[in-house]
């Protein structure tokens, strides 16, 4: 099974570039779910229909649902929200951590698809799904959710384990949530299991496809820019972009034309700022992309006659190594001059600057502040290193 997942900053078009994918991966004959895993679902409304959270046949070979995590979590875990908050709460300490990141809506939802994601995989019922997320902060929340959590459910579960059997003779007195048995944290466990489960399949290139939506708006290439670094970071495979509603050549009204003339700019920057995933692009369409039609001439602007399940591109834009008192940053860049090549940083991006290339290189958090100690680039690979030196001690202060 494919799995191929779009997010993108808020309204830029990631509904309806999962629902046109799903329906185009449909047409070409895979047998395609489409789910939204976005609180604020509107794929039903994209797609001009209604949908459950289980997977509904909205034409041949293309299904589609939203997740409805209370439920799901429920079902997974076999035990209501409610009793489980509860006791997570009563614990205090490290648990709190855990039952706030479940409690929290977002974290509801992430773990219910994440759960679900891999479900579906192993059914096999399913050639290709496309996951229509939430916006990129929270997206990123979703998938950093794994590490997360395997790193509190290994000391959690212990510890929750050894309360269970102290406590239960005295329950009551010092907790008013009921301890649980055995079996809850069995099925903790599990939880935990399906969520590096499905951790490997997403950040596996083999399985998953992350597609970034942005318009051409600084705001919108700023916030995906940084996905962009943290998903690389943490290994999730970034395969292209597609840059929605471009004011299109037909539209000569001279109001739109320093539209069309800043949107040309800020085109140039996305193709420097991804290099070198493949870009699509998608014109503004005279009208909102809602239902099958609409959606199907979508899906012909991003892909033509490409099959959207293929992959277009594999590989690491960049990566970050630690060595002998240094990080080394390693990224792919068109080519440039090595004479010209100039560096520096500014606030929490690096500046990457070569003649008329340019690129703002939003840095990762382990990586600020940290002073530039030499850069090479080599011609070869088209790969800039740049050595930052970690601080003195070790241990950066924050
Ligand atoms: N290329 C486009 N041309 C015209 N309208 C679009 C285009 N892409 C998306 N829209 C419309 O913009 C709105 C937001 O799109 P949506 O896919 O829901 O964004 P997101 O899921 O990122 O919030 C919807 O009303 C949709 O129909
Ligand atoms: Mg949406």
Redesign the pocket.
């Known amino acids: 099974m494919r799995i191929i997942l779009f997010t ?11 629902a046109s994918t799903a329906l185009r991966c449909a047409e070409m004959g895979h047998r395609t779910l489409v789910m939204s895993t ?1 609180p604020a679902h ?1 794929l039903a409304d ?1 797609l001009d229909t209604t949908l459950a959270s289980e997977p509904r046949e909205v034409r041949p070979g293309l299904y589609a649902m939203e997740v409805d995590p209370k439920a799901q979590i429920e079902k997974d875990i076999g035990y209501s929200m409610q009793f489980i908050t509860e006791w997570m709460v009563s614990q205090g300490g490290i648990n709190d951590i855990l039952a706030q990141e479940m409690m929290a809506g977002e974290g509801l939802i992430g773990a219910a698809s994440l759960g679900l994601i891999q479900e579906f995989h192993r059914k096999g019922e399913f050639d290709v799904l496309v996951l ?1 997320t939430a ?1 990129t902060g929270q997206t990123l929340q979703l998938l950093s959710m794994p590490d997360v959590m395997g790193i509190y459910a290994k000391k959690f579960l212990r510890r929750g384990r050894v309360l269970a059997k102290v406590g239960r003779p005295t329950v009551g007195l010092f907790t008013s949530a009921p301890i649980p048995e055995d079996e809850f944290f069995d099925e903790m466990e599990r939880a935990n299991e399906r969520l590096q489960a499905t951790r490997r399949l997403l950040s596996d290139p083999k399985t998953t496809t992350i597609r970034l ?1 942005v318009n051409l708006e600084k705001m919108v290439i700023k916030e995906t820019e940084r996905a962009f670094t943290y998903l690389n970071l943490f290994n999730y495979p970034v395969e292209s972009i597609v840059v ?2 471009a004011l299109p050549p037909e539209v000569q009204d001279p109001y739109f034309r320093q539209w069309k003339e800043t949107q040309q700019g800020y085109l140039e920057e996305v193709k420097s700022a991804f290099y070198p995933l493949p870009i699509r692009q ?4 005279n ?4 239902g099958l039609d ?1 959606l199907s001439r ?1 899906a012909r ?1 991003v892909y033509g006659e490409d099959d959207p399940s293929r992959v277009f591109y594999e590989g690491k834009p960049f990566e970050v190594t630690s060595r002998d008192g240094h990080h080394l940053l390693s990224l792919h860049i068109p080519f440039v001059q090595k004479k010209d090549l100039e560096l520096l940083t500014a606030g929490d991006e690096l500046v990457i600057r070569a003649g008329p290339y340019q690129r703002l290189f939003p840095l990762p958090y382990a990586l600020l502040g940290l002073p530039l100690d030499g850069a090479e680039f080599k011609e070869e690979e088209k790969r800039l290193y740049v050595r930052f030196k970690k601080n003195a001690g070790g241990e950066k202060k924050r």
């Open positions: 993108g900053k808020g309204g830029v078009g990631k509904t309806s570039c999962s976005d509107s994209s229509d916006p939506v929605n509603r998608v014109p503004m369409f009208r909102e992309v809602v609409a979508m602007a």
